[in-house]
């Protein structure tokens, strides 16, 4: 690999996450919901510090900021690196924004350290990934790849019954002025006012992003290259049996509901811990009916939270978790009805890229490992539409969507060179 | 067994308890919580039932409704049968009023067919046992045997923050009037007015109550005599692990606070099975934190309610359990912490009085088992200060504490016959 020595201004990223991290609604930690004042002015505080680098800037319908630095072969597709801008309730300061920050530095970093690039960079900054204000994940990247189509915007509410198209148009966003200020940018016809389709000028998408889990600090690597984000599987599972008095109902006429669902969920367990790496399966709500300590439940719902990186496994374990369930629940005379209520695939991330990535990794001297993203991220809705490629930097304790989530500027700046070095490949390298 | 064939009306006590069921609150079933209009109605209607039977009517300072047929020798302690008036919210008709309607019944009859008793009879319909308004239960008898002092009316409130005595004095009981209707009374000074400690002069007590379990419908049976009632002990649980991201933590590097509880709810459910009749073990009410779809619970929160008839095997059954918790916490690396919100001894029923009331069974012809009462009830708090009986008849499905509850009136009449033989051999019989 023929790479220059990359050595991208840590500090100048540190600053935009610091100043990023202003734009918080009030509370622990940081709360950055999508269309709110807090989010609109994070979004503006980017728009000028891209247009400050010297990059093109603008928004499109659904509120994502793109700075763009223009390449030399103007037929060439556009190589886009960023994340998300909003954060969970309480959130942290790296959890998104971290990789818009990275990339808005390393664009800076390479156009002022190697001038024009040949294939043009887009630093992005979607609008909402987490799903935290309105019942729809990944809002700004589903856009850009074709997941949702705007028609969304009427119907879906927030809690206090606001939809998304009244926030949008809080916001300024409309769709007489469905990009911001797109006569800025006047060199690419793929992304023209008024774009409502999906994006087909995109030839990779790099995401940086912490790891949120405790994978890489309990190998203590630095750098996660992605191999593929876990496909998910959610459902609801409800057990019913017989609600009795806990006095004088002998153990073995029981129905109980509540039991039933214990033996189920060790099932889970056990075989989540047999299947092994990287399947993990959890449960995360459980209520019992009706709920008083002297009556023997009667009914009982629980969630299901399963993943694995590959759609034939993900199914299969599926598949005999359920099995498993309908044999605990016949045996004790309980009742069963189970509900999926989300299914996403599998993403593998392209593997040439990956391969760059620990090229670059080997070449900068850094310490890292292939694995699996157990979290959802922008990047899987890519995958099937371009080369895509996903690096994790360590999360102290795991801990995320919290205002503990922590990385060290180390480590930080660990996962900018190796962004920066790649975004060098993709643009600046002759194919 | 020299006893006269009773053939008690039952009818007369199917009127009684309809009557009975007609003063409650609106909504399904039979809602009369106590110091409220229906339970006032309610005892003001047996008191002139009681008086038209000829019975000497009083009540007491906390509402207990007393009715007294006096017997021949003045020195003999009293006969005293009954149950109580109050009900939970939208219960049935059958659990407390049919030891009433009964117990009335049934004095009436051996005064009409057989005259003045040698020992005194009464009959109580004790004002509180449920513990459904105010946080205190047995309210009635235990005032009668001395659990309450009276000093528990100041500060002891209902969810409105209506304190009992507010809620007495509403039904015209106060400390100057504490005893109704004395006067009616006068042939036993140690029920004098004023009557503050519990009462000495009691020599049996005798309650017929619905059997609130499945045991006799499952058995076919007509009559279960009861041979202690069972002592309880119930625990508020609290396991501890660490809440994190389901996606990105392995199943190895999990402290799951709900896998951890499943198991111990397992490991519960079969000591409980293990260890066989008469104990019972159950888990009603459990909770979640932080109860999110996608996050590995952090804590999780249970209770207990564990029972049996023996003092010892009850200790050792829970001390059991709460090792093998410990063990399943310290293996998982979770916290455990257990407290400890109820215990109650068992209350052993007379062995003379149940062998009477076997004979009794023998005599008239009715099918019957011992067993225990895994449910509480007013007689376990008469067992240590008196010779003290239960007699059980079958509740259909084991339904109790709902407007579904039901017995027929044949085996409403087999349970009233078996008390008036009881009462007979007790106040009648030359000792």
């Not at 047999?274 to 439940?297: F, H, K, Q």
């Not at 695939?345 to 900068?364: F, H, K, N, V």
Request: charged share 20%; glycine share 10%; proline share 4%.
């Amino acid at each position: 690999m023929n790479t220059p020595l990359i050595q991208a201004p840590a500090r100048e990223m540190l600053m935009l996450l610091e100043g990023l991290a202003a734009f918080s609604a009030p509370g622990p930690g940081v709360t950055r919901l999508l269309y709110t004042p807090e989010w609109l002015q994070a979004q503006q505080f980017l728009q000028e510090r891209m247009a400050g680098m010297g990059l093109a800037v603008r928004t499109d319908r659904v509120g994502n900021v793109y700075g763009r630095l223009g390449g030399s072969q103007p037929d060439s597709k556009v190589i886009l690196t960023g994340s998300h801008i909003d954060t969970v309730l309480n959130g942290g300061k790296y959890d998104g924004a971290y990789g818009i920050a990275a990339a808005m530095t390393a664009l800076n970093y390479l156009q002022q350290t190697f001038g024009q690039p040949l294939r043009t960079l887009e630093v992005v900054s979607f609008s909402e990934e987490e799903g935290s204000r309105f019942p729809l994940t990944f809002w700004g990247s589903g856009h850009v790849t074709g997941l949702y189509d705007g028609s969304e915007a009427e119907t879906a509410a927030d809690s206090e019954g606001v939809t998304i198209k009244s926030a949008m148009e809080a916001c300024g966003l409309s769709s007489e002025h469905p990009l911001g200020d797109l006569r800025d940018l006047g060199d690419h016809k793929a992304v023209a006012a008024g774009q409502t389709a999906a994006r087909t000028d995109i030839g990779a998408f790099v995401e940086l992003h912490i790891e949120q889990g405790i994978v890489l600090e309990q190998s203590a690597l630095q750098i996660g290259v992605v191999q593929a984000i876990a496909g998910q599987r959610r459902f609801t599972v409800k057990v019913g049996g017989t609600a009795n008095h806990a006095g004088t109902t002998p153990m073995l006429h029981r129905r109980d509901a509540l039991a039933g669902a214990a033996e189920m969920l060790l099932e889970l367990e056990r075989s989540a811990v047999e299947a092994g790496d990287p399947l993990v399966a959890t449960s995360g709500r459980l209520e019992v009916y009706p709920g008083t300590s002297n009556v023997i439940p009667g009914d009982v719902q629980f969630t299901l939270d399963i993943r694995h990186s590959e759609a034939k496994r993900l199914e299969s374990f599926c598949s005999g978790v359920m099995a498993g369930f309908e044999d605990i629940a016949a045996r004790r005379g309980l009742t069963l009805e189970v509900v999926r209520t989300l299914s996403t695939a599998p993403a593998p991330m392209d593997q040439g890229l990956s391969r760059t990535l620990e090229q670059i990794c080997l070449s900068q001297g850094r310490t890292f490992r292939t694995m699996i993203s157990g979290a959802g991220h922008d990047a899987q809705l890519f995958a099937s539409g371009c080369r895509t490629a996903m690096i994790f930097v360590p999360s102290r304790a795991g801990i995320s969507h919290s205002p503990d989530e922590y990385s060290s500027l180390e480590e930080l700046a660990a996962g900018l060179d190796v962004l920066t070095a790649m975004l060098y490949e993709l643009a600046y390298k002759e194919s």
